[in-house]
Every structure is written in structure tokens, then in C-alpha cells.
């Protein structure tokens, strides 16, 4: 125990961050609060805590108030935080004490001829802060905020920062998707060699999805970026995946839209998923963006970039129109057993212009709900099916119900995500002419957000 | 090309089954059609495609009437099938006829004092018939029809089949659980050593699911067993899985409701998953079905059982009560942005009694319905939140949004998932006395639909 080596605390943290509040012993309670006031630590301090026949060195972080008030948790030097029950502790003493790093007042300039990269913000936790008096997280901090953490961005880019809607993700509307497109259309005018727009991750792959359809054919690379800790919390994913975004906005040789996120837990390798086949699959993993029923298009590292598709399309120069439409009359329903006649005729009745259906396995839902399903596309509306599975391709012709619905008049979706479906029909429904090019735009194949069969058809 | 071997078509399919008409071309069209009937071909024959300087052998198979009219299709010896191209095709050759299998027309009887297992049918693919007509699979097979296609059963274990209820699985209702679920007991009184399920693998984690909480403490094993492909076509995964669960419900030393699936592609292995974290997460693949947030609870092939869980419950004679009742007022929806609070309001008004939300990330919904939800709950409604990530738990403390919605009376459901929690929900719904058991109930861990937290809440 004699020995401990002095760590600064200040290097388990990107420069410049706030890591928190070292004036108290927030979020504790209770019997954790006792030993840590007995032994004078306060958070941010670096300790050594004793158990029997151990010990664990770590930085302590606040808690959440509504955590139990029986646990003190430490940032080990691997990133990870960890509980260490108070009845299991003997003894605890500071190492060192707490740094108390601030924000910078302004952000560095960048070097004359540096490429523009535009960094559009929208919210979420990549733009946001933790009130730590509640454990809370508050949307905050602005897209220069962000380059101002992040100063090594001014020796790579000349950032261009600029806020184009601040919600939560989930309170993200077609109207706002309409706005980030048309913003991103913008940028690529004033000759932007890259656009990042930072956006939280809850509903990412239906954002990213939007800007897929809405920016067909965009010359450049367009990376929706986002993190699952926010930018001002010590273990944040948001600095990889921003510094990553803004190194292949200047570098890669590709055009499109993209997702840019944590590959794996290590905080050192991002992957880049096509924006129309990515979801996010984890409630608080940092590579809880998966590709699905693909390989992600590449991945990132400070090492450089590693392409897995080698049909990307090029950066060009071309003529470019975006069309930033959006038609909020699309609904999303998931399927489920006994799902009554009454709940889908509320539905279809609330003013509905389409519907993306999930069925279960093949592209199914149940026998009782067809003749409402078929009412409603005789009316006009257009029905469109994906299937819950998540994985695998929705095939109709199998089963009575499925042939039944496409008698219906329901448009299956090969392996199309039913969360990419629902962006596409928002995006369908703005920008066809008529119900004829509704279906044929809705089973065409215009972002990627398809995969071509392995097999043709294989029977059995 | 010469010399090759003449195999035996008949060694391809599992004994006893037909696999398919040979009397004609089933499905096939236009150029591929010519191209068979020129060689004299009939669907079963073995034959050789000669391409450019390769070749393949296989066994002709049938097509759905809707697939294309360019390729033909062999399955291989690996039991794979492959579409060729007849484009591609510079000569064809038949190396084996086909044979003319038939079913037995009775079941074999088993040898006395052999184990009872009970195998109740509940309709789905692995009760169903392909008519190759139309590609299309009918359920047809009896639970009887099961068994007189694996005479092996007949050696392990005295086999009592019974129809229970015979309906694609996207037709079952809580009605129909209700029915299984008492059959189930009925079997358990009787002295069966285990029961087996076989049901259609649409919304079999909804049905596993579902019995785990009516069969709480059920002293016998389980198994809800069913195939992605039907048992008279020679791909089926319907015959291991069945003398698997038959051969678990003899010899295992477990009980509770656990799935039985293929655990990969291979046709050896299947995995045993827990009732309550189970999920069909591919539309077709053998080994579709996956544990979520935990390893399956064993493995099982030919070769003998791998326990990976060290915790099952033992078999017991205890005194077992099934509590077979559901109520189907309950609905589960996935959230999706810019979800209309006329939507939401038009769900909540069609005679619900309680609402699974699928939200996004930690669980979260749109601010503006939130009014809507409180409104339901205030008014003796019930709330839970999932995650519709799949993977990770829902922690409603962390935003804005969520501490909305715990105000308004959500209830969050850990890392259960959403399927399993309707099912809960329809289970609970019917069995709680008064609203606040139905909460004490949906947060509760009845039959292991929760999984631990790993860590006693780190807070960065």
C-alpha cells in the first residue's frame, strides 16, 4: 500500500472537460456517504479503497439520486466504473486530490486552408451535460462547445459550427428532418468537404434513415453522430466518435450518408454504417449501433480508415438537389398476438395517409385484422410490410395470411428495417405524385436500404 | 464427369418423409421448364449441371409458383439449396431417379414402461404440409402425424400427441394460452415426464413466454418446440427439434418452460432458452431464435446435454397450480418519432386496460403524449416501458423525458423484453386483485424475465 503511485486524475480526462463537481459528495447517501465524509474525500479524488485481501484504485464519481446509498463507485484507469459495496470496504484514503478543470472560455482557431467541415447540431447526449445533483442529463452544451472541447479538431478542419434544432431525439419530428437536410444541402453549396450532424441516439437510425432518402446522391460524406454518454461525463464515446467523423469528413474518398459510431467497447475503433441499414440494438453500449444483414461500410481508427465495401459511391461534383420533404402521416405498428379489431381500426381511422406494418416472422399479422388492413388501401392508404424479426427478408408467398395480405393490397419490403420503412414512407408521401409511385418508389431500392438475396430463390 | 457416384436420393431425407412429388415439375417455368423436360427430368431425380468448366450435382427440388422461371434448383448434399442460373447451363444429366417415399400410415407402438412425454399441437410450420402447387404451406400434420414420421421416438419414451388447437401462430390468442396452459397441467396430473409444445415460431417467444408465467413452478420440463421449415420438406429442422425436446423431457434434470430451437445451422445442435428471454430474431434461419442478455440455459445434441446454466430449477413432485388465465386487454407499442398524439389518444380510447411501450433507448416516448399517457394511468390504466433496442435496460432517471414519464406513473421493466412483458401484462392483468398487485407483479421477477444488473449502479 506504500508505494501507490500518484496519479493525476486530471489524465483520466480529455483536456478541458469537466469531469464534475469536486465541492461535495453528490448523489451519496446513507451509509456511503458516512465513510466517505469520515475519511474527508470528496469526488473527483483519487483513492484506494481496502477490502479484504484487496484493494481498488479509482477517481470517485458522483451517483445518481436515486441510486442505493450502500455502494461507492470508482473510475478504474481502464474507463470502467465500479461498486464497491461499503459493508465489503475496510479501510479508504485519498491518493490524490481531485483536479478541477474547467470549459474553455473560446474556442482555438483553425489554421488558414484547412477543408471546411460543417458540424450540424441537433441535440441529444452528445450535446448535453449531467446536472449530477440529480444524476440527470440536460441538452446544453452547443455544437462550439463541442469544438471547444475538442481543440485538436482546429489542427485537422476548418469546423464550422452551427445549431439547426435542439431536442431530445425522441421529441424529433419530419419538420426537423426537413430542416437538418436542408441545412445539410447548404452546407454542401457554401463547398463543405464534409457535413457532421450530431444528434442524440434514441431514434439515430430513423434520423439517419430521412437524411439517406432526402439526400440522394449529396457529393460528400454525411455522418450522423451521436454518443451514449454525454460530452461532459469522463467515460463519453462522444470524442472518438466526433474527432473520427471530422477526420473522414476531410479524408474519405466516399460520398453518402453514414452513421459514426463506436465499433466495439474499446473507445479506439468507430464504425461507419450505412445510414439506411443501422440500428441502435443496446439501451447504454457504446457500439450499440449495429448494421444489420450487412457488415458495417468501414471502420475508423486514429490508425486510419479500414473500407469493408468496396462499392461506395465516390465523393463528386455533380449537380446535387436535395429533397428535404417529409410527410408525417406515416405510422409504425408492430404487430402482436390478439391484436384486437378495435385498436387497428383506431388506428387506420386517425387520419393515417400509410402504415408501416412489423409483422411476425415472414411478414405476417393476424387473420382478423386483413378485411381493416384492405379497407383502408381501398380508401387510398398505403400499407407496407417488414417484419419484427429484425433479421431476414419478409416473404408473403409462404403462408395463407401473408398471401392474403398481398391480396390486400400490402407492399412487402424484402430485408428493409421497419424503422428505415417508416422514414422512407414519411419520405415517399412528400415526394410521389400518385398511389402508383408510392408503391414503386417504396419497393425500389434508392439508399441502400436493401440487400440483394444470396440465393435466387432457393425452395426448400 | 463420368464415374460419378450414384447416390441414393432417398439417404437425403429423413425416414419416412415425402419429400415432394415426383411426378411432375412443380413450379417450374418458361426456360427452366424447357430445359428439364428436355432432359426428361422429374423434380427428385439427382442430376449434374454442367456450367463453364464447373459442375454441380444435387437433388432437384420444386418452386414456388412465384418464383422466377431462370433457374433451376438443387438441393446439395450438404442439405443446402442452390438456384442455378439456366443460363448458365451447358448440359444436364440425371444420375439417380428419384424415389417415391411415402408416409407410414400408422404409428409404431412404443415399448411399455418407457417415460410418458406428451406433445400437444398447436398448429405452426412444424404441424403444416408444403402444396407444391402453390410453394404454399398448409397446417395439416397432426401432433400423430409427428410421431408416425419419427419412429424413433417410439424408443425413447411412450408418446401421448394431442391437437390442443390448431392455428397459425399469428392467430393465437390469450384464449388459446389459457387452453395450452391447462392442457399442460392436465398432462403433469397424468404423470407425463415432460411436455412438449409444438407451436408456430411466429410468436413463440409470446407463447413461451406466456406459459412460463401461467406454469410457475411447473415440476416437469417444458419445451415449446417448433421448425422454420415444414416436416415433409427435406430441409426440415423439425425433426431434430423434436427428438431433442423428446429426448430433454425424458433425461433432463431440469423444469420450468424453456424454447427449443436449433442453435445454429448446423442440424446438430439445439439450444435451450429460458421461456422469458427468447426471441425470433431472424425471418428464416434454422437458428432464428436467440437467448437475449444471457446464454440459452443448455445445449443439446445426439451426443448429450451441456448444461450452461447452473441454476435451473431441479424437476420436483411438488404441488404445482397452474394460474392458466389471460386477459387481452392489454397492447404493446412501439414507439416511433413524431408518434400523433391523435394516435396515441385513439390506442388509449379503444378499450385497453394496460399498454407495454416500446420506447426508444433507456424508454423514452415523445413529450407531447405524455399528457395522454398520464391521463390513461390516472384513470386506473397500466403502463410499462421496454426498450425497443432489444439488448440493455431501460433506465428512465437519466433524462428529461424519462422522469416525465415515471411522474405520470410508467412503470419501467428493466431489461425484460417487450413481447415478454405483453405477455406478462395479459397474464397479470387477469391474476392481480387490485392495480397496485398488478405493479408489485410487472415488477417482480416471476420466471426469470429479468436479468440481473451487473454491476450495482456505476454512474458514469
Known amino acids: 500500500m506504500n508505494g501507490a ?21 453528490t448523489g451519496y447517501r446513507g451509509p456511503a456517504l458516512k465513510v466517505l465524509e469520515g475519511a474527508g474525500i470528496k469526488i473527483g479524488d483519487f483513492i484506494e479503497l481496502q477490502l479484504s485481501g484487496d484493494s481498488v484504485k479509482g477517481t470517485l464519481v458522483p451517483r445518481y439520486q436515486n441510486n442505493d446509498d450502500r455502494h461507492i463507485v470508482v473510475k478504474l484507469k481502464s474507463g470502467y466504473n465500479v461498486g464497491i459495496g461499503v459493508a465489503r470496504v475496510s479501510g479508504i484514503r485519498r491518493l490524490a486530490e481531485g483536479e478541477r478543470p474547467s470549459f474553455t472560455s473560446s474556442p482555438p482557431k483553425a489554421e488558414d486552408g484547412l477543408p471546411l467541415v460543417s458540424i450540424l447540431g441537433t441535440g441529444g447526449t452528445i450535446a448535453s451535460r449531467v446536472d449530477y445533483r440529480t444524476g440527470a442529463v440536460h441538452a446544453a452544451i452547443s455544437a462550439e462547445d463541442l469544438y471547444s472541447l475538442m481543440p485538436e479538431l482546429s489542427d485537422i478542419a476548418n469546423i464550422s459550427p452551427e445549431i ?45 434513415a430521412a437524411l439517406s432518402f432526402a439526400l ?24 472518438l466518435n466526433l474527432i473520427g467523423a471530422v477526420s473522414m ?15 466495439d467497447t474499446s473507445d479506439e475503433r468507430l464504425a461507419v454504417h450505412r445510414g439506411t ?14 448494421s444489420v444483414g450487412l457488415e458495417p461500410v468501414a471502420y475508423w481508427s486514429r490508425g486510419g480508415l479500414d473500407l469493408v465495401s468496396p462499392s461506395l459511391p465516390k465523393r ?9 420533404r417529409f410527410d408525417a402521416g406515416a405510422a409504425l405498428l408492430k404487430f402482436y398476438p390478439s391484436m384486437q379489431t378495435a385498436y387497428v381500426r383506431s388506428i387506420l381511422d386517425s387520419g393515417l395517409k400509410g402504415l408501416v406494418i412489423e409483422g411476425t416472422g415472414l411478414g405476417h399479422i393476424n387473420g382478423k385484422n386483413v378485411a381493416a388492413i384492405k379497407g383502408f388501401i381501398d380508401a387510398g392508404g398505403l400499407v407496407c410490410m417488414t417484419s419484427q ?39 415517399v408521401l412528400a ?11 417504396m419497393t425500389s431500392d434508392l439508399a441502400g436500404e436493401t440487400t440483394e438475396r444470396t440465393l435466387p430463390g432457393g425452395s426448400a
Open 277 to 290: 441499414r443501422v440500428r441502435k440494438n443496446h439501451t447504454s453500449a457504446r457500439d450499440a449501433f449495429r
Open 164 to 208: 439547426v434544432v435542439s431536442v431530445y431525439s425522441e421529441n424529433l419530428e419530419p419538420e426537423h428532418w426537413e430542416k437538418i437536410a436542408a441545412k445539410v444541402s447548404e452546407c454542401v453549396a457554401r463547398g463543405a468537404r464534409g457535413v457532421i450532424v450530431t444528434t442524440g441516439t434514441d431514434v439515430m437510425g430513423y434520423t439517419s
Open 5 to 25: 503511485p500518484r496519479l493525476d486524475a486530471k489524465a483520466l480526462f480529455p483536456r478541458g472537460v469537466t469531469a464534475f463537481s469536486v465541492d461535495d459528495l
Open 431 to 441: 415526394n410521389a405524385a400518385s398511389s402508383g409511385e408510392r408503391r414503386a418508389m
Open 316 to 324: 463528386g461534383s455533380g449537380p446535387f438537389t436535395a429533397r428535404p
Open 249 to 263: 469528413a476531410v479524408s474519405a474518398e466516399f460520398s453518402g450518408v453514414y452513421v459514426v459510431m463506436h465499433a
Open 216 to 239: 440522394q446522391k449529396v457529393p460528400v460524406p454525411v455522418f450522423v453522430v451521436g454518443s451514449q454518454r454525454s460530452s461532459d461525463r469522463p467515460s463519453s464515446d462522444a470524442y
Open 389 to 427: 424479426c429484425i433479421w431476414g427478408r419478409v416473404d408473403m408467398n409462404v403462408y395463407d395470411t401473408g398471401r392474403d395480405l398481398l391480396e390486400a393490397g400490402v407492399v412487402p419490403l424484402e430485408d428493409m428495417l421497419g424503422e428505415t420503412a417508416l422514414s422512407k414512407m414519411m419520405w
